[in-house]
């Protein structure tokens, strides 16, 4: 009798044992595990859906500064020279024209860098300034050309101390190796009152 009421003792708390569990399961009221909440908060925001503002973003990206490495004209695929001074008003301007010698088109965007330089190659006076100005990618075909105005105030007007640069130091935009075109035009300002030397972007053609 004794073994008969153990039986059915531990039979009713087996029945208690299973039920309990399937209600905890049928019910969805208990709470996550840690792990659950630490997964879920390490999703990387970027698996969502990227907004329409987002895309846009990326197109207009893609289609502004067009001068991607594919394209972009390098030093060796051109030629530097300057043009004719074309003086006014006190000032002395001057083309400094880019020309695709290569085989095939590229892209130039935005300004050269230039640097007068003795027979040395030391540099005279401070880089040229940057003017502001609506940059835009300029395609060359082979043999084609692009320009940027070089500009600078009349030493005999304007009273700044002096040099004779053997040389112009003409570097394409995003290039690190530069070309050398002699400088045949005179003295340069390099220091003292309106010294300054100012360069534009690039645009299409040989001058203005």
């Not at 039986?7 to 840690?34: D, E, I, K, Q």
């Amino acid at each position: 009798m004794t073994n008969r009421r153990r039986h059915l003792a531990t039979s009713a708390a087996g029945a208690l044992v299973v039920f309990g569990a399937l209600a905890s399961c049928g019910t969805g009221s208990g709470t996550p595990g840690t792990s659950a909440r630490a997964s879920a908060s390490a999703a990387p925001a970027s698996s969502a859906v990227p907004s329409e503002s987002a895309a846009s973003t990326v197109a207009r990206t893609d289609t502004g500064h067009a001068d991607r490495p594919g394209t972009r004209c390098r030093t060796a695929e051109l030629s530097a020279s300057v043009g004719r001074v074309d003086p006014g008003a006190g000032q002395r301007n001057f083309p400094v024209v880019l020309t695709n010698v290569s085989s095939r088109s590229c892209t130039v965007y935005g300004h050269p860098g230039a640097a007068f330089v003795d027979g040395a190659g030391e540099q005279l006076g401070p880089d040229p300034k940057r003017t502001p100005g609506g940059a835009a990618t300029v395609t060359l075909a082979p043999g084609d050309s692009a320009w940027a105005g070089l500009r600078y105030a009349s030493p005999g007007v304007s009273g700044a101390r002096t040099a004779s640069p053997a040389a112009l130091l003409v570097t394409p935009p995003d290039e690190r190796d530069p070309l050398e075109v002699p400088w045949r035009a005179g003295p340069v300002p390099v220091s003292g009152n309106s010294s300054s030397v100012f360069i534009t972007v690039l645009r299409p053609g040989s001058g203005p």
